[in-house]
Structures are given as C-alpha cells and as structure tokens.
C-alpha cells in the first residue's frame, strides 16, 4: 500500500476521525450508490489523503524539478489503490473491536453494509491490482516497496503488534513512511539517503501523533483491549515520551537540510515548524505537570498541530527543489 498508515499509519487509520455514518437503506438491498460508498468506505479515504501529503512532495524532491506528469498520476493511482487495499484489510481483521468503538463502530463491517468475505475478497483485489499496475506502468521497484507495505501493515502490525504491545505505532509506524520510499523509486528507479531521512522523519513523527489522539479516545481503546501506550501507561509518560519523539522528527527534518542540499527556504520552514511543533509538546508537558488532566490536557490541540505540521514540512520539500 503504496500511500500507506500513520501513522501514517503508523497506524494511520487511528490517527484521522471517522466521516460520519453513511445511511442504512431500511430494507431490501442497499442501492448501488450505497454499495459503491461502503466500499470506498472501506480503504479510509480520509487516512490516504494523509499519505498523498508525503508521497507526491518527494517526487518533486527526487526529480529536483517537476516531475513527469504520467509518472506521478500512475504512482498515485496505484499508491491509492495499495493503501485502500491495505486499509480494507485491515477493516476485516479488526472489525470485532471496531464494533466496540466508539469512534469506529459506524464503518462498513461494523454495520453489516458489507460481509467479511467481500470485504477480504475486495482488498486482496486491490492489492493484486495495485501491485501488478506499479510493475507495468511505473517500475519493479516502486511494486516491490508496495507489496512490502501491504504486508508490513496487515501481517506486522494488524495481526501482531497492534493488539501485543503498547509500542505498536512506534514499530507499525513504519507501513505509513513507505510512500516517501515509493514516492522517490517511482522517478529515480533507486533508492537514496535523501528518502530515508524523510522515512525517519515519518517514522518519528508517528508516535506522538497517534498517542496524543489515543490520549481523547483511551476509554475505547480501553474496551476494545488495544494497549495502546495512554491506556497502559500515566499521562505524563504519554506526554514526555511524545515531546521526546517530538524532538527527533525536528532534528531529523533538519538532518536533510545538508543531505539533500535543500535551499535556505526550507531551512527557515523547516526551522519555524519545528519550533511550534516543539512549543505545543512543551505546552503539553508543563499542563500535566501542573496537575491538568483528561480533556483539558487539550491532547487533540497537539494531534491537529501535528497535521499541519508534517503537511507544511513536505510542501516546502516540493516547492524548495523548484526555486533553485
């Protein structure tokens, strides 16, 4: 899944609210309409829109101007269609905890609008698709590093760590910074240190990211038995961990400044964003030092943050290689 989910994903999908409830039709069978929307549904939208902000801005990067207009339509088309797989997937592995959540009980399968069977059926499809699109169209490579993050992200994380371990976004995380790799092979045919640092950037801006938005919703991770890191551990060891994380992505973004040979541009963006990135973990830690807790800790003020950061540090990877 090419565009895959932190999360992101990291997992991605835990990172990204929900659209609301589609509408159940009320007998027979659901329209066509209906049924097209479950299934679109089903590859969280939402959470690929995420992984397009770090996978198109990377082939500016790896091209050092505009890159082919074919190349990149042909990646994004099938890097959607490996993360909607993936997605999908998941859906089908986890949708007995789903239907606990709160925040995940009105999807597809924990509504009946689509059985296990097709939901399984429909992934696979997609994965098979996408995968056999990347090695005709774009290269071997790129459909390597696909595959590789579908199965990373259904095997490692959704059967393994996720339901184990409070680090299951830490080590899961990694499925979400595959697009940059992908992104980068797609034009180059090649891998490079530039990807990999923006991969570590990815890779460490995941944890605080899904942790402070598991901070607003532990009592459904509670319920569902998902231990994440704020349902095992105190608030101030949640908060301190991410302001920790927080740090290494700044420092990493700074790294492919001299790596990349990035202009002064992104130099002072990337400077800027880090610094309020940095304030708001701080603002966090000095709240649950003072004693504040639960939803006046204001956790979901750092999650949206964490958006705008990552969006604004991969923009200013794209325009920076066009302004010199």
Not at 16 to 43: D, E
Not at 131 to 151: C, D, H, K, Q, Y
Not at 295 to 303: D, E, I, K, N, S
């Amino acid at each position: 899944m090419t565009l895959l989910s932190n999360a992101r994903a990291v997992e991605l999908d835990e990172q990204v609210p929900q659209a609301p409830a589609l509408a159940v039709v009320p007998a027979g069978r659901p329209s066509i309409a209906a049924s097209v929307r479950a299934y679109v549904a089903l590859t969280k939208p939402r959470v690929i829109e995420l992984l397009l902000i770090t996978t198109l801005p990377v082939m500016f990067l790896a091209a050092g101007d505009m890159p082919p207009l074919g190349t990149v339509l042909l990646t994004l088309a099938f890097g959607t269609m490996s993360a909607g797989a993936a997605n999908a997937i998941n859906c089908y592995i986890d949708r007995d905890i789903d239907a606990k959540m709160r925040r995940t009980r009105r999807r597809p399968l924990a509504r009946d609008q689509v059985t296990p069977a097709r939901a399984l059926i429909f992934g696979v499809t997609l994965a098979v698709a996408s995968t056999a699109g990347f090695a005709l169209t774009v290269n071997p490579l790129a459909a390597a590093l696909s595959v590789f993050a579908i199965l990373f992200y259904i095997v490692v994380y959704s059967l393994i760590l996720k339901r184990r371990t409070s680090q299951n976004v830490v080590w899961g995380g990694i499925a979400g910074c595959m697009p940059v790799l992908i992104g980068w092979a797609a034009i180059t045919e090649s891998l490079a240190v530039a990807p990999f640092v923006l991969f570590g950037v990815v890779f460490l801006w995941t944890p605080p990211h899904t942790w402070t938005l598991a901070m607003r919703y532990r009592e459904d991770y509670a319920v569902a038995g998902v231990p994440m890191l704020p349902v095992v551990a105190t608030e101030r060891r949640v908060v301190t961990e991410s302001l920790v994380y927080t740090y290494a992505t700044v420092a990493c973004s700074l790294v492919l400044w001299p790596v990349a040979g990035m202009g002064p541009v992104y130099g002072a963006v990337a400077v800027l964003l880090g610094l309020v990135f940095l304030a708001e973990g701080h603002r966090l830690l000095r709240a649950v030092r003072a004693g504040v807790t639960g939803v006046h800790l204001r956790p979901m003020r750092f999650f949206h943050l964490s958006n705008v950061y990552l969006a604004l540090l991969f923009t200013v990877v794209a325009i920076d290689p066009l302004l010199y």
